[in-house]
């Protein structure tokens, strides 16, 4: 069957919400939230695919209103340029076999928190509002209002801060539909693990601890964890994930490289910088390098077993040397990147529609490689 004329994907146009503002659903900076949708097709009119793009947070007053003012609209509706729709978002079926024809938004990112926020109090000296939480719910709900309502099948997924939002917003996002249908989440390069940096030190914690705490976060994580232990630790999908019930499967390099930069061999665990060759060209890396790293893909290893253990979880967890990989080749057409002769798209579509469980894991690379 042939669709002749179907949109190309990069001609989707961001679509403000105005009408959010006045019940406070806003980005940092005061403007409305937004989102990009490409309408379904085909037999795929019926079913949904919301996916989060990445950004990383802020974790101060000072960050946040740096960040309201990146060209990349992080902060703010004002400043957002177009995302193209690549990999798991493409509506190239070579590309994109099982999701090309659904209904697909990218549900734009603007708070710094992964949509957990929710200060009541403006800053008006920095003119600061934080409430990740209401644009996400103001975005569901405009998309249910043009026909989500009516979905079949829905999957809300996200890549780095986007991966750890669908973690944490799963059960919400699943609270929205009717109990026949069928909502499952998928979390890429957003399992940020609690594990001990090249010092030994568990340093990362201050760091989600503060975006907790600054964005008023922990209402909006699993009462159940918080009631138990500190919310920043409730932002890890460690802690988090024994409570999530929805369906979550995770897409996640255990050599992830944001991860390796940024919680395992910071500047601070590494001050005279004998890391830094290592973790930016892989060929630089000396044997007692590569060794730490293995430990690190090891407390991975251990961090993600700790929550993979129900059946209804899936898991893609390789060893390429990159972050985030739904929405580029690695998605579907890269090879390297196969687990049992499978790539991302076909693990997550056979966990989907229960045509099997999905929880492969590369154990035939041991060192990070790049694919």
């Known amino acids: ?41 085909g037999d795929g009119v019926n079913n949904w695919l919301v996916h989060m793009p990445g950004g990383g947070w802020c974790h101060t007053i000072e960050d946040c209103v740096k960040r309201k003012t990146l060209i990349y609209g992080l902060g703010s509706s004002k400043l957002m340029p177009e995302l193209n729709f690549t990999g798991l978002m493409s509506n190239q079926q070579d590309q994109n076999p099982n999701l090309y024809n659904w209904n697909r938004v990218y549900m734009r990112y603007c708070d710094g928190a992964s ?20 644009v996400f719910d103001a975005i569901v709900e405009e998309l249910m209002s043009i026909g ?25 996002f699943r609270g929205f539909f009717p109990q026949n249908t069928r909502v499952k989440c998928v979390s890429d390069a957003g399992y940020f693990p609690h594990v001990k940096d090249l010092s030994g030190e568990y340093r990362f914690e201050q760091y989600f601890d503060k975006i907790v705490t600054l964005h008023g976060s922990a209402k909006a994580l699993p009462s159940e964890c918080t009631s138990n232990m500190n919310p920043g630790l409730c932002f890890y999908p460690d802690f988090a994930m024994p409570y999530i019930n929805t369906p979550i499967f995770i897409v996640n390099s255990a050599y992830d490289t944001w991860q390796v930069s940024n919680m395992f061999a910071t500047n601070e665990s ?10 930016n060209d892989l060929n630089e890396c000396s044997t007692t390098q590569l060794k730490r790293l293995q430990d690190f893909r090891s407390d991975f290893l251990g961090s993600v077993s700790s929550v993979t253990k129900s059946s209804t979880e899936g898991m893609f967890i390789n060893t390429c040397y990159t972050h ?48």
């Not at 004329?5 to 937004?34: F, H, R, Y």
């Not at 926020?117 to 003119?127: I, L, P, S, Y």
């Open 1 to 41: 069957m042939l669709f002749l004329n179907i949109k190309s994907s990069e001609e989707v146009k961001i679509t403000l919400i105005e009408s959010a503002v006045a019940k406070g659903a806003v980005c940092l900076d005061g403007s409305p939230p937004a989102y990009q949708f490409d309408k379904g097709f």
């Open 115 to 134: 949509f957990t926020g929710d200060v009541e109090e403006v800053d008006h000296d920095n003119n600061l509002y934080f409430r990740g939480a209401r």
């Open 148 to 172: 989500m309502k009516d979905a079949q099948n829905v999957l809300l997924s996200g890549c780095s801060a986007g991966g750890l939002a669908s973690i944490l917003n799963c059960d919400k």
């Open 270 to 279: 590494d001050p005279k910088g004998e890391f830094t060759k290592c973790k």
């Open 324 to 371: 985030c990989q739904t929405d580029q080749s690695t998605w579907f057409a890269n090879a390297t990147s196969k687990l049992d002769d499978k790539t991302i798209a076909e693990g997550v579509d056979d966990w989907f529609y229960d045509k099997s469980e999905f929880q492969k894991t590369d154990t035939e690379h041991v060192d990070p490689h790049y694919c």
